[in-house]
Nanobody, 120 residues
C-alpha cells in the first residue's frame, strides 16, 4: 500500500531554481530504483532522472548539469533539484518507482504529479 506523493512544483522564472520532493511510506525508496519523469501538454512522457538503491544516477541529456536527483532514506524522500530552469522544462513532473511482482514481472508505480511552470 505504498504511495508516492510529489510536492514542490510551482511557477518560476527562466534561470531560477526549484526543488521537487517525492515522499513514500514503506521501504520502496530504500530498495528500489526511483525515477523522475515529466510530460508537457501534447507531448509524450519522458524520463528525466534516475537513482538506484545503490546511489547511481542518470540524467536525460536535456537536463545534465542543471538537475540533480538525490534520496534521503531517513525521511523516505527522493528529490529533484532543478537549477537554471528553461521554458522547455515546463511540464507536469512525476515520481516513479521500479517495482517487481512476486512472479518477477516488472512494473512502474506512479505518483500523481506536480506542475512546474517556467516563465520568461
Amino acid at each position: 500500500q505504498v504511495q508516492l506523493v510529489e510536492s514542490g512544483g510551482g511557477l518560476v522564472q527562466t534561470g531560477g531554481s526549484l526543488r521537487l520532493s517525492c515522499a513514500a511510506s514503506g521501504s520502496v525508496l530504500r530498495l528500489n530504483t526511483m525515477r523522475w519523469y515529466r510530460q508537457a501538454p501534447g507531448k509524450q512522457r519522458e524520463l528525466v532522472a534516475t537513482i538506484t538503491s545503490g546511489g547511481s544516477t542518470n540524467y536525460a541529456d536535456s537536463v545534465k548539469g542543471r538537475f540533480t536527483i538525490s534520496r534521503d532514506n531517513a525521511n523516505d524522500t527522493v528529490y529533484l533539484q532543478m537549477n537554471s530552469l528553461k521554458f522547455e522544462d515546463t511540464a507536469v513532473y512525476y515520481c516513479a518507482a521500479d517495482r517487481l511482482l512476486s512472479d518477477g514481472r516488472a512494473y512502474t508505480q506512479w505518483g500523481q504529479g506536480t506542475q512546474v511552470t517556467v516563465s520568461s
